[in-house]
């Protein structure tokens, strides 16, 4: 059974930062990536990485700002987010992913992330 905890969201001022974590257990040899969901919209993708962590892919709207990485002796994968916008807000879900195409094979609970302006 796989279980994936996201933590790390909260409230931050525009410019401010974010470190998301998501833990996971079970079968966790799978990609990882972060999607986002705002208010009366669609889940998007937001950043990938890789099993072994060596390649990462950024949606246009957060490259330059976030970062993407994965610890597997600690089977966690983290989002570092700078320079946040208000545009920004949403609920941050982890995923086990397909590397590839990005389908999401299992979906965390999510954490709110709020930017303030």
């Known amino acids: 059974q796989v279980q994936l905890v996201e933590s790390g969201g909260g409230l931050v001022q525009a410019g401010g930062s974010l470190r998301l974590s998501c833990a996971a257990s079970?079968?966790?040899?799978?990609?990882m990536g972060w999607f986002r969901q705002a208010p009366g919209k669609e889940r998007d993708f937001v950043a990938a990485?890789?099993?072994?962590?060596?390649?990462?892919y950024y949606a246009d709207s957060v490259k330059g700002r976030f970062t993407i990485s994965r610890d597997n002796a600690k089977n966690t994968m983290y989002l570092q987010m700078n320079s946040l916008k208000p545009e920004d807000t949403a609920v941050y879900y982890c995923?086990?992913?397909?590397?590839?195409?990005?389908?999401?094979?299992?979906w965390g609970q999510g954490t709110q992330v709020t930017v303030s302006s």
């Open positions: 995923a086990l992913i397909l590397w590839g195409d990005f389908t999401p094979v299992y």
């Open positions: 079970g079968r966790s040899s799978y990609a």
């Open positions: 990485v890789s099993w072994s962590g060596g390649r990462t």
